[in-house]
Nanobody, 118 residues
Framework: VQLQASGGGLVQPGGSLRLSCAAS????????MGWYRQAPGKQRELVAVISSGGSTNYADSVKGRFTISRDNIKNTVYLQLNNLKPEDTAVYYC?????????????WGQGTLVTVSS
């Protein structure tokens, strides 16, 4: 199973971006899907997670600005980033919890860089 993230880039403070992460490979279903980020010199932190049923949770630092969603037909998770701040600069990673023939398996995407700067 693989996850392919895209959508990062350079944006000015107050701007918006939409990240996408598409799953591919052999699996029966996907449970939770999420986005994490890692800023330079800092540990990776959870940004948002969404269950297969659509329940969501967000880090306090992004509540009201970021929105996670998923398309279960396309096996894709999205992260809409609005009102971006310089402190949102980081590499953003997606992850997903898959059910495969070998059992439960968690995989990570390769990361996409978001830079917020004027």
């Amino acid at each position: 199973v693989q996850l392919q993230a895209s959508g990062g880039g350079l944006v000015q403070p107050g701007g918006s971006l939409r990240l996408s992460c598409a799953a591919s490979g052999r699996f029966f279903s996907i449970n939770d899907m999420g986005w994490y980020r890692q800023a330079p010199g800092k540990q990776r932190e959870l940004v948002a997670v969404i269950s297969s049923g659509g329940s969501t949770n967000y880090a306090d630092s992004v509540k009201g600005r970021f929105t996670i969603s998923r398309d279960n037909i396309k096996n894709t998770v999205y992260l809409q980033l609005n009102n971006l701040k310089p402190e949102d600069t980081a590499v953003y990673y997606c992850d997903a919890d898959f059910m495969t023939v070998s059992g439960r398996r968690r995989s990570w995407g390769q990361g996409t860089l978001v830079t917020v700067s004027s």
